[in-house]
Protein backbone atom coordinates (compact mmCIF):
# COMPACT_ATOMS: atom_id res chain seq x y z
CA UNK A 1 0.00 0.00 0.00
CA UNK A 2 1.10 3.55 -1.00
CA UNK A 3 3.54 4.22 2.38
CA UNK A 4 1.21 3.14 4.56
CA UNK A 5 -1.86 5.85 3.96
CA UNK A 6 -4.37 5.76 6.04
CA UNK A 7 -8.30 4.25 4.33
CA UNK A 8 -11.14 6.47 4.56
CA UNK A 9 -13.95 5.00 3.65
CA UNK A 10 -17.45 7.13 2.77
CA UNK A 11 -21.01 5.98 3.68
CA UNK A 12 -24.26 5.45 1.21
CA UNK A 13 -27.14 6.99 1.51
CA UNK A 14 -29.12 7.32 3.33
CA UNK A 15 -27.20 4.83 5.74
CA UNK A 16 -24.54 5.96 7.73
CA UNK A 17 -20.51 4.66 9.01
CA UNK A 18 -21.92 1.16 10.39
CA UNK A 19 -22.38 0.58 6.75
CA UNK A 20 -18.73 0.15 6.59
CA UNK A 21 -18.05 -1.72 10.13
CA UNK A 22 -17.70 -5.42 8.87
CA UNK A 23 -15.56 -4.18 5.96
CA UNK A 24 -13.03 -1.89 8.32
CA UNK A 25 -12.75 -4.41 11.18
CA UNK A 26 -11.23 -6.93 8.47
CA UNK A 27 -8.84 -4.28 6.36
CA UNK A 28 -8.15 -3.35 10.11
CA UNK A 29 -6.83 -7.27 10.87
CA UNK A 30 -4.72 -7.05 7.82
CA UNK A 31 -2.83 -3.98 9.67
CA UNK A 32 -4.07 -1.06 7.71
CA UNK A 33 -5.82 2.34 9.69
CA UNK A 34 -9.10 2.67 8.32
CA UNK A 35 -11.33 5.80 8.90
CA UNK A 36 -14.96 5.53 8.85
CA UNK A 37 -16.30 9.32 9.37
CA UNK A 38 -20.04 10.03 9.59
CA UNK A 39 -21.50 12.51 7.17
CA UNK A 40 -22.49 16.32 8.24
CA UNK A 41 -25.78 15.29 10.05
CA UNK A 42 -25.62 11.68 9.57
CA UNK A 43 -25.23 8.88 12.26
CA UNK A 44 -23.06 10.32 15.27
CA UNK A 45 -22.47 13.66 13.34
CA UNK A 46 -23.79 16.61 15.29
CA UNK A 47 -22.62 19.12 12.84
CA UNK A 48 -25.12 21.72 11.47
CA UNK A 49 -26.19 21.07 7.75
CA UNK A 50 -24.96 23.98 5.20
CA UNK A 51 -27.10 26.76 4.08
CA UNK A 52 -24.95 25.70 0.80
CA UNK A 53 -26.76 22.49 -0.97
CA UNK A 54 -23.80 20.76 -2.47
CA UNK A 55 -21.62 17.98 -2.13
CA UNK A 56 -18.66 20.20 -2.54
CA UNK A 57 -19.43 20.66 1.51
CA UNK A 58 -19.30 16.94 2.81
CA UNK A 59 -16.21 16.43 0.16
CA UNK A 60 -14.55 19.28 2.11
CA UNK A 61 -15.38 18.00 5.14
CA UNK A 62 -13.30 14.75 4.69
CA UNK A 63 -10.94 16.56 3.23
CA UNK A 64 -10.59 18.34 6.53
CA UNK A 65 -10.71 14.66 8.23
CA UNK A 66 -7.65 13.69 5.42
CA UNK A 67 -5.63 16.47 7.16
CA UNK A 68 -5.75 15.41 10.00
CA UNK A 69 -4.41 12.04 9.64
CA UNK A 70 -1.47 13.60 7.99
CA UNK A 71 -1.02 12.30 4.79
CA UNK A 72 -2.41 11.92 1.24
CA UNK A 73 -5.52 8.65 1.94
CA UNK A 74 -6.74 5.72 -0.06
CA UNK A 75 -10.65 7.01 -0.14
CA UNK A 76 -12.97 3.68 -0.52
CA UNK A 77 -16.92 5.32 -1.36
CA UNK A 78 -20.27 3.48 -1.52
CA UNK A 79 -22.94 5.28 -3.52
CA UNK A 80 -23.37 8.60 -2.16
CA UNK A 81 -19.58 8.09 -0.66
CA UNK A 82 -18.28 7.57 -4.06
CA UNK A 83 -19.93 10.53 -5.71
CA UNK A 84 -18.25 12.41 -2.37
CA UNK A 85 -15.03 10.53 -2.92
CA UNK A 86 -14.67 11.66 -6.62
CA UNK A 87 -15.62 15.06 -6.18
CA UNK A 88 -12.46 15.53 -3.47
CA UNK A 89 -10.31 14.21 -6.22
CA UNK A 90 -11.93 17.03 -7.90
CA UNK A 91 -11.38 20.03 -5.58
CA UNK A 92 -8.71 18.49 -3.15
CA UNK A 93 -6.29 15.63 -5.13
CA UNK A 94 -3.53 16.22 -3.10
CA UNK A 95 -5.76 14.47 -0.33
CA UNK A 96 -6.22 11.28 -2.33
CA UNK A 97 -3.81 8.59 -2.75
CA UNK A 98 -5.98 6.14 -4.38
CA UNK A 99 -9.49 5.42 -5.15
CA UNK A 100 -12.19 2.64 -4.36
CA UNK A 101 -15.31 3.18 -5.92
CA UNK A 102 -18.20 1.08 -4.66
CA UNK A 103 -21.92 0.29 -5.97
CA UNK A 104 -21.83 3.89 -7.34
CA UNK A 105 -21.70 6.00 -10.81
CA UNK A 106 -20.10 8.47 -12.12
CA UNK A 107 -22.17 10.14 -14.40
CA UNK A 108 -24.73 13.10 -13.21
CA UNK A 109 -28.66 12.55 -12.95
CA UNK A 110 -30.81 12.45 -15.71
CA UNK A 111 -33.87 15.14 -16.04
CA UNK A 112 -35.84 12.17 -14.39
CA UNK A 113 -34.07 11.57 -12.24
CA UNK A 114 -33.44 14.96 -10.57
CA UNK A 115 -36.95 15.49 -10.50
CA UNK A 116 -37.28 12.23 -8.43
CA UNK A 117 -34.61 13.01 -5.92
CA UNK A 118 -36.32 16.49 -5.65
CA UNK A 119 -39.65 15.29 -4.90
CA UNK A 120 -38.08 12.69 -2.37
CA UNK A 121 -36.26 15.27 -0.57
CA UNK A 122 -39.86 17.53 -0.23
CA UNK A 123 -41.73 14.36 1.05
CA UNK A 124 -39.36 13.97 3.40
CA UNK A 125 -39.78 17.27 4.62
CA UNK A 126 -43.45 17.01 4.51
CA UNK A 127 -43.89 13.74 6.10
CA UNK A 128 -40.50 12.82 7.73
CA UNK A 129 -38.38 9.68 6.98
CA UNK A 130 -40.30 7.41 8.71
CA UNK A 131 -41.20 5.95 5.08
CA UNK A 132 -38.02 5.93 3.87
CA UNK A 133 -36.81 2.52 5.35
CA UNK A 134 -39.74 0.30 3.66
CA UNK A 135 -39.62 2.24 0.11
CA UNK A 136 -35.71 2.07 -0.38
CA UNK A 137 -34.79 -1.69 0.80
CA UNK A 138 -36.11 -3.44 -2.31
CA UNK A 139 -33.43 -1.32 -4.28
CA UNK A 140 -30.68 -0.92 -1.56
CA UNK A 141 -30.12 -4.77 -1.21
CA UNK A 142 -30.57 -7.83 -3.24
CA UNK A 143 -32.70 -10.65 -3.16
CA UNK A 144 -30.80 -12.77 -2.12
CA UNK A 145 -30.43 -10.89 1.25
CA UNK A 146 -32.98 -9.58 1.18
CA UNK A 147 -34.61 -13.55 1.01
CA UNK A 148 -31.71 -14.77 3.39
CA UNK A 149 -30.31 -12.27 5.56
CA UNK A 150 -32.84 -10.74 8.09
CA UNK A 151 -30.17 -9.41 10.24
CA UNK A 152 -28.78 -7.18 7.59
CA UNK A 153 -32.39 -6.12 6.25
CA UNK A 154 -33.06 -5.16 9.94
CA UNK A 155 -29.72 -3.32 10.41
CA UNK A 156 -30.67 -1.06 7.34
CA UNK A 157 -33.32 -0.23 8.29
CA UNK A 158 -32.90 0.53 11.50
CA UNK A 159 -29.82 2.64 10.16
CA UNK A 160 -32.34 4.55 7.86
CA UNK A 161 -34.91 5.14 10.78
CA UNK A 162 -32.46 6.07 12.88
CA UNK A 163 -30.95 9.02 10.56
CA UNK A 164 -31.60 12.85 10.72
CA UNK A 165 -34.22 13.37 8.16
CA UNK A 166 -33.10 16.94 7.68
CA UNK A 167 -29.63 15.43 6.23
CA UNK A 168 -31.43 13.09 4.45
CA UNK A 169 -33.38 15.67 2.69
CA UNK A 170 -30.35 17.91 1.96
CA UNK A 171 -28.13 14.91 0.76
CA UNK A 172 -31.40 14.33 -1.66
CA UNK A 173 -30.95 17.89 -3.17
CA UNK A 174 -26.70 18.02 -3.07
CA UNK A 175 -27.05 14.50 -5.32
CA UNK A 176 -29.08 16.08 -7.58
CA UNK A 177 -26.64 18.75 -8.44
CA UNK A 178 -23.77 16.84 -8.82
CA UNK A 179 -21.59 16.86 -12.04
CA UNK A 180 -20.25 14.32 -14.32
CA UNK A 181 -17.14 13.26 -12.91
CA UNK A 182 -16.13 11.13 -15.49
CA UNK A 183 -13.56 13.91 -16.30
CA UNK A 184 -12.18 13.63 -13.02
CA UNK A 185 -11.58 10.26 -13.44
CA UNK A 186 -9.81 10.54 -16.46
CA UNK A 187 -7.14 13.14 -15.03
CA UNK A 188 -6.88 11.14 -11.57
CA UNK A 189 -3.48 9.15 -12.28
CA UNK A 190 -3.40 7.01 -8.86
CA UNK A 191 -5.12 3.46 -9.07
CA UNK A 192 -8.68 3.32 -8.93
CA UNK A 193 -10.81 0.11 -7.59
CA UNK A 194 -14.39 -0.69 -8.77
CA UNK A 195 -16.50 -2.55 -6.75
CA UNK A 196 -19.89 -3.91 -7.81
CA UNK A 197 -22.57 -5.87 -6.81
CA UNK A 198 -23.93 -7.92 -9.29
CA UNK A 199 -27.74 -7.61 -8.53
CA UNK A 200 -27.14 -3.66 -8.16
CA UNK A 201 -29.85 -2.22 -9.29
CA UNK A 202 -29.43 1.87 -8.29
CA UNK A 203 -25.57 1.25 -9.42
CA UNK A 204 -25.74 -1.84 -12.14
CA UNK A 205 -22.33 -3.33 -13.26
CA UNK A 206 -22.35 -1.18 -16.57
CA UNK A 207 -21.95 1.82 -14.62
CA UNK A 208 -18.97 0.69 -12.97
CA UNK A 209 -17.77 -0.64 -16.29
CA UNK A 210 -17.63 3.08 -17.39
CA UNK A 211 -16.06 4.00 -14.20
CA UNK A 212 -12.94 1.79 -14.85
CA UNK A 213 -13.00 2.53 -18.48
CA UNK A 214 -12.76 6.57 -17.69
CA UNK A 215 -9.27 5.74 -15.20
CA UNK A 216 -6.21 6.17 -16.01
CA UNK A 217 -5.33 2.60 -13.70
CA UNK A 218 -8.56 0.86 -12.76
CA UNK A 219 -9.53 -2.43 -11.62
CA UNK A 220 -13.11 -4.13 -11.12
CA UNK A 221 -14.53 -6.54 -9.49
CA UNK A 222 -18.08 -7.74 -9.25
CA UNK A 223 -19.48 -9.42 -6.38
CA UNK A 224 -22.31 -11.91 -6.99
CA UNK A 225 -25.59 -12.25 -5.40
CA UNK A 226 -25.48 -8.77 -3.81
CA UNK A 227 -27.20 -6.01 -4.29
CA UNK A 228 -26.31 -1.58 -3.89
CA UNK A 229 -25.14 -2.34 -0.41
CA UNK A 230 -22.32 -4.98 -0.65
CA UNK A 231 -19.89 -3.84 2.02
CA UNK A 232 -23.02 -5.57 4.29
CA UNK A 233 -23.97 -7.71 2.45
CA UNK A 234 -21.14 -9.30 1.37
CA UNK A 235 -18.19 -8.11 4.10
CA UNK A 236 -15.78 -10.88 3.64
CA UNK A 237 -15.53 -10.86 -0.21
CA UNK A 238 -15.43 -7.08 -0.51
CA UNK A 239 -12.89 -6.49 1.77
CA UNK A 240 -11.01 -10.00 0.32
CA UNK A 241 -11.01 -7.72 -2.76
CA UNK A 242 -9.92 -4.45 -1.04
CA UNK A 243 -7.41 -6.09 0.73
CA UNK A 244 -5.77 -7.31 -2.14
CA UNK A 245 -6.39 -4.32 -4.05
CA UNK A 246 -4.28 -2.07 -1.01
CA UNK A 247 -1.89 -4.78 -1.59
CA UNK A 248 -0.67 -4.26 -4.94
CA UNK A 249 -0.33 -0.84 -4.91
Known amino acids: ?5 PVVLLHAFPVDRR ?24 GSDVRELSTKT ?20 VVGGLSLGGYVAMNLVRRHPDRVAALALVDTKANADDA ?4 GRIAFADRVDADGSG ?44 M ?10 RGFDGPVL ?17 IVAAAQRGSMATIPDVGHLSPMEAPSQVA ?10
Open 1 to 5: MRANA
Open 19 to 42: VWAPVAEELRSSGAQVVTPDFRGF
Open 54 to 73: SLDVLADDIAETIMRLGKPA
Open 112 to 115: AGVA
Open 131 to 174: WVAEAMLPKLLGPTTRGHNADVVAAVSQMIDENNPSAIAWVQRA
Open 176 to 185: AKRPDSLDVL
Open 194 to 210: GIVGSDDELSPPPDMSR
Open 240 to 249: AVFASWLRSI
